[in-house]
């Protein structure tokens, strides 16, 4: 190539463009793939649409504090009209505390389920565990709830008591009065237990795909399982662990009859995670749903799309984080 | 860059005759009776077999591997050779349904008895693989340091440990000043001689090698046929090698397996230049001759 210089060089030619004619069937079967994959599109296009133009008039009339107020009423005034005040700052915070209580709780049992699964579960063991964790995400919701509320609650409550006992200096897990029962920490309990599905079989996915020459290398220096898993595994998982606990975090915020019937639902903030109230903003749609006026309801509906973009901006992070992983390649 | 070594690898298989590969064992034994008293640690399979699953890989393979020496295993694909490596430091058994039969001694003593601690087995008996794999997520010296912080060793001087391992494995000018870099940005070559430097930094007594050349260049071939040469005066090295001329060149001792349809078996071994001089058995001598495999 250098010896054959071409002193002047010609134009390259223009690019074409390269096409197939598809058959019929095949213009068949994409046309109706495309537009089922269009349709969960268009079906979450329509919700947003749905709850922003129900839950405008909210916004307008509340304004930033549907935000930041925590009180949730309908008052008489003395000329006889009603006044509405909604805000959701209330279960705002309620939502966090307890998705955050589940994902520190949820995670590292998840992953370490996974690393079990991955690296020392004989095959047979394997195949039964993985089974019965997808048992576990298959199984309803309301039974969590119920199971939490009748056996976990009491067992929790014993266990926030400790808590608050040796690390009631920590201000989240301080209590005002010794109400220990229905607080967002037994129902991030619950949660956790929720989570823990999706978080193990993103982990587990993640984890079986660590390159075997590594995992060898690092046997071959002597390493024990543990060492292995420390250098090798849990580096190159870290980002698909992330992935898989904010997905968990996405199930987290909208979870609904598991934590309304767990907790005791009070429009007051509160950042005590042991303190027996409080309540997320799913189960507060679900609780005044039944009963409320047309206001209301369309109160209801603009938290409701408060919900929606916050789980759709977790689930876009996660996926963000997932995708730059295998893009990476690690 | 490496013309003469390129023309060196380049030869034609079939046009090797077993004089020729002799009289560069021949040298290679010289170059190794120059050396001072050999060091590493003595290794010796005894009735070896290997399975997996119902599938009889190696058969019966009793092996003596003397401290000090280089041993090749030669053999076309699917003979077992990189079978038997495997069960030296107990790599075999990580793959599934993986079993063995017979003993592996080092220094007198089984490596699969029970009550052996086989993380020590492994610190002892180090192996190198046939693709480099270093650690991505690490820098240069901390690949080399690797071991240490897998095994939870102890070093009092570990820049010394990481100077004197790269240098071992030929590669401490080439690296010396970008220790603190990310291993990926290594040719290929160098990333093997990384993969050396690192076995080197738990200073085990014997170094499996792998195929340690298949996926490296002919230029990057030579310079760790040197590092082979450096080490075997201080250890015991046993490797793998689709190559001929490299087994004549780097090994005092030739191993030939074959398998005819079954299990692999171990045909012949002896000295490395009579091995492709006057093989006792007309199988290896169709083999080194090039007339098969």
């Known amino acids: 190539m250098s010896s054959a210089q071409v002193t002047e060089r010609q134009a390259p030619p223009a690019k074409r463009e390269i096409t197939t004619l598809p058959r019929f069937s095949d213009r068949v079967f994409r046309g109706v793939v495309s537009l089922m994959s269009m349709s969960s599109l268009v079906i979450l296009s329509l919700i947003g649409i749905f709850l922003a133009y129900r839950g405008f008039e909210t916004f307008r009339s509340q304004g930033i504090h549907f935000l930041t107020s925590p009180d949730w009423l309908s008052e008489t005034d003395a000329s006889g009209k009603v006044i509405y005040k909604f805000g959701m700052?209330?279960?705002?915070?309620?939502?966090?505390?307890?998705?955050?209580?589940?994902?520190?709780?949820?995670?590292?049992?998840?992953?370490?389920?996974?690393?079990?699964?991955?690296?020392?579960?004989?095959?047979?063991?394997?195949?039964?565990?993985?089974?019965?964790?997808?048992?576990?995400?298959?199984?309803?919701?309301?039974?969590?709830g119920l199971w939490g509320f009748f056996v976990l609650s009491p067992m929790a409550e014993y266990w926030a008591k400790l808590i608050n006992k040796y690390f009631g200096w920590f201000p989240a897990f301080h209590v005002d009065d010794p109400s220990f029962n229905s607080s967002p920490f037994i129902a991030g309990l619950v949660l956790s237990i929720m989570i823990i599905p999706i978080v193990t079989s993103v982990s587990r996915e993640i984890f079986s795909q660590t390159p075997l020459d590594r995992i060898q290398a690092a046997y071959a220096l002597g390493a024990t399982r543990w060492a292995m898993i420390r250098t090798v595994a849990?580096?190159?998982?870290?980002?698909?662990?992330?992935?898989?606990?904010?997905?968990?975090?996405?199930?987290?915020?909208?979870?609904?009859?598991?934590?309304?019937?767990?907790?005791?639902?009070?429009?007051?903030?509160?950042?005590?995670?042991?303190?027996?109230?409080?309540?997320?903003?799913?189960?507060?749609?679900?609780?005044?749903?039944?009963?409320?006026?047309?206001?209301?309801?369309?109160?209801?509906?603009?938290?409701?799309?408060?919900?929606?973009?916050?789980?759709l901006l977790v689930n876009m992070g996660a996926n963000s984080i997932v995708t730059r992983t295998i893009k990476s390649g690690r | 860059m490496n013309d003469e070594n390129?023309?060196?690898?380049?030869?034609?298989?079939?046009?090797?005759?077993?004089?020729?590969?002799?009289?560069?064992?021949?040298?290679?034994?010289?170059?190794?009776?120059?050396?001072?008293?050999?060091?590493?640690?003595?290794?010796?399979?005894?009735?070896?077999?290997?399975?997996?699953g119902k599938h009889h890989a190696l058969e019966n393979v009793s092996l003596d591997f003397n401290?000090?020496?280089?041993?090749?295993?030669?053999?076309?694909?699917?003979?077992?050779?990189?079978?038997?490596?495997?069960?030296?430091?107990?790599?075999?058994?990580?793959?599934?349904?993986?079993?063995?039969?017979?003993?592996?001694l080092l220094d007198g003593k089984d490596i699969y008895s029970s009550g052996i601690d086989v993380t020590q087995i492994r610190l002892k008996i180090g192996m190198v693989f046939q693709k480099p794999n270093p650690f991505p997520s690490m820098t240069i010296g901390q690949n080399v340091l690797a071991g240490l912080k897998l095994a939870q060793l102890k070093h009092d001087n570990?820049?010394?440990?990481?100077?004197?391992?790269?240098?071992?494995?030929?590669?401490?000018?080439?690296?010396?000043?970008?220790?603190?870099?990310?291993?990926?940005?290594?040719?290929?070559?160098?990333?093997?001689?990384?993969?050396?430097?690192?076995?080197?930094?738990?200073?085990?007594?014997?170094?499996?090698?792998?195929?340690?050349?298949s996926a490296l260049d002919p230029g990057s071939t030579l310079r760790i046929e040197d590092t082979i040469s450096e080490l075997s005066k201080t250890m015991t090295i046993v490797i793998v090698t689709h190559n001929m001329q490299q087994a004549a060149r780097v090994s005092d001792y030739t191993a030939f397996f074959l398998s005819d349809g079954g299990p692999g078996q171990m045909i012949e071994v002896g000295p490395t230049s009579e091995m492709f001089s006057r093989p006792r058995d007309q199988r290896t001598e169709n083999y080194v001759s090039g007339r098969f495999g």
């Open chain 2, 67 to 104: 401290p000090g020496t280089v041993t090749a295993l030669i053999g076309p694909s699917g003979c077992g050779k990189s079978t038997f490596i495997r069960t030296l430091n107990r790599m075999h058994e990580f793959i599934p349904s993986a079993a063995m039969a017979g003993e592996v």
């Open chain 2, 6 to 52: 390129t023309n060196s690898q380049g030869d034609d298989m079939s046009t090797s005759t077993p004089s020729v590969l002799s009289s560069v064992a021949q040298n290679r034994a010289a170059h190794h009776e120059a050396n001072s008293a050999p060091m590493g640690s003595g290794l010796e399979a005894r009735g070896v077999h290997a399975w997996f």
């Open chain 1, 234 to 311: 849990l580096p190159f998982g870290a980002s698909g662990i992330v992935g898989g606990a904010m997905l968990g975090l996405g199930r987290a915020l909208g979870e609904t009859v598991a934590v309304y019937s767990v907790l005791n639902i009070v429009y007051k903030i509160n950042w005590h995670v042991l303190y027996g109230f409080g309540g997320n903003v799913a189960s507060m749609i679900v609780s005044k749903w039944g009963e409320a006026s047309f206001t209301e309801a369309k109160a209801l509906l603009a938290a409701g799309l408060v919900l929606f973009i916050m789980t």
């Open chain 2, 158 to 213: 570990k820049e010394e440990l990481l100077e004197q391992s790269l240098t071992r494995a030929g590669l401490w000018n080439e690296v010396k000043d970008r220790l603190g870099v990310s291993a990926g940005g290594l040719s290929g070559g160098q990333q093997q001689r990384l993969c050396i430097a690192r076995s080197l930094a738990v200073n085990p007594k014997v170094l499996l090698m792998d195929e340690p050349c």
């Open chain 1, 89 to 144: 700052s209330a279960m705002l915070i309620g939502t966090l505390l307890i998705s955050i209580v589940a994902v520190i709780v949820g995670v590292p049992l998840s992953v370490l389920a996974a690393l079990f699964l991955t690296f020392y579960a004989p095959n047979s063991l394997k195949k039964f565990f993985v089974t019965i964790v997808d048992v576990m995400a298959a199984f309803p919701s309301i039974l969590y």
